[in-house]
């Protein structure tokens, strides 16, 4: 069974910013660092793949503007 994801258009200004643009829990910036994550495209292409503990709080910020 395939795992659903959320989609959603992020603009491609934001998409080519740095992870350190995020506004999310310090667990969750570590945890990018961590991976090799080092911008938002990294994060939009690699979704799937990061837990959904830290997804969650990713997705708050980049849809809906709410700050970690």
């Given at each position: 069974m395939s795992e659903k994801l959320i989609?959603?258009?992020?603009?491609?200004e934001v998409q080519k910013q740095s992870i350190e643009t995020l506004k999310v829990r310090k667990e969750t910036l570590e945890y990018l660092?961590?991976?090799g994550?080092?911008?938002?495209l990294d994060v939009i292409k690699r979704q799937n793949k990061i837990p959904s503990q830290y997804r969650g709080n990713i997705y708050a910020y980049l849809i809906f503007g709410i700050e970690g």
């Open positions: 989609v959603h258009k992020v603009p491609d660092h961590n991976n994550f080092q911008t938002i």
